[in-house]
């Protein structure tokens, strides 16, 4: 099964397993999974980075996604290959002699996603290749609105509206009772709550408990009542909420939450 998601923007982690560099780890940011793997597969030439040209081949064994933007994504994949230059991670020891570089990267990512402001994002973090797979240690559990996933991912290409018109006719927020463009819109994803919103106006409505913070993590759905998870509302938006009900076990584009740091 390959789920698709729209605005998909992603931090990966590829394994060498040519017998010469076998064990060796790239970190890399993609928009498209399939197609970077298979570029960094053919070599620079192709596009392809220079670590993993003549090095392959590799296989991409984890990825985390659902980045709000290209910024926030490449903001985690730097923090990822440089855990010992970014303030946010100075917890975080250096690699033992008894650790793997896979398990290394593992306990750093791990780390980042208990850590601010990465541990508020609506991320996922999915096991391409099973046979790699690793748990989190008890200390590193992740906050429960990012799951585990496991399965292939592809970028899905948005579709272009039919008309304007019928987007006028059918979208209107729920909180300030304006029109909404659907890149703008949230809706609940309880069957019998047709509730719709500016992403803007639900992420205010949620945070009016939390007001020190940027993101919220989880509110009332303000038409059916009903807890839900901000992440969980991202996911059904960009068509991957239905993989993680199955599935769950625990460019550039401006955003306001890329003025986050690392």
Same mark, same amino acid.
């Given at each position: $099964? ?7 923007? +992603? ?18 940011? /993609? ?15 192709? +596009? ?17 996604? +659902?980045?709000? #933007?290209?910024? =926030? =994504?490449?903001?985690?994949? &730097? ?21 793997? #570089?896979?398990?290394?990267? &593992?306990?750093?990512? #791990?780390?980042?996603?208990? /850590? ?10 999915? &096991? ?31 579709? =272009?509206?039919?008309? =304007? ?17 659907? @890149? ?6 309880? @069957? ?16 009016? @408990?939390?007001? /020190? ?17 901000? +992440? ?23 955003? &306001?939450?890329?003025?986050?740091? $690392?």
């Amino acid at each position: $099964m390959v789920v698709e998601v729209e605005s998909f923007f +992603g931090v990966y982690m590829l394994y060498c397993i040519n017998p010469k560099f076998q064990g060796r780890i790239y970190i890399g940011f /993609t928009v498209n999974p399939e197609r970077r793997i298979g570029q960094h597969n053919a070599g620079r030439h192709r +596009g392809g980075a220079k670590r993993t040209s003549g090095r392959g081949p590799w296989e991409m064994v984890l990825i985390i996604h +659902g980045f709000p #933007s290209d910024i =926030a =994504a490449l903001r985690f994949e &730097w923090a990822w290959q440089h855990p010992h230059s970014s303030r946010r991670l100075s917890h975080v020891s250096r690699r033992s002699r008894k650790e793997s #570089s896979l398990q290394f990267h &593992w306990r750093v990512v #791990s780390n980042m996603l208990k /850590t601010a402001p990465w541990n508020r994002l609506p991320l996922t973090a999915r &096991w391409l290749k099973q046979e790699y797979r690793m748990d989190f240690e008890p200390s590193l559990q992740p906050p429960l609105h990012i799951p585990v996933a496991f399965g292939s991912v592809r970028a899905k290409k948005k579709l =272009a509206l039919q008309s =304007a018109g019928e987007e006028e006719e059918t979208s209107r927020c729920f909180l300030c009772r304006r029109l909404v463009e659907v @890149s703008e819109k949230l809706s609940c994803f309880h @069957s019998s709550c047709r509730m719709s919103s500016h992403m803007i106006c639900l992420a205010k409505h949620f945070l009016k @408990s939390e007001p /020190t913070n940027l993101l919220p993590v989880e509110g009332q759905c303000p038409a059916c009542h009903h807890s839900v998870l901000w +992440g969980n509302l991202i996911r059904h938006k960009h068509g991957c909420f239905g993989d993680l009900e199955e599935f769950t076990l625990s460019a550039s584009q401006s955003h &306001w939450t890329d003025e986050l740091q $690392m």
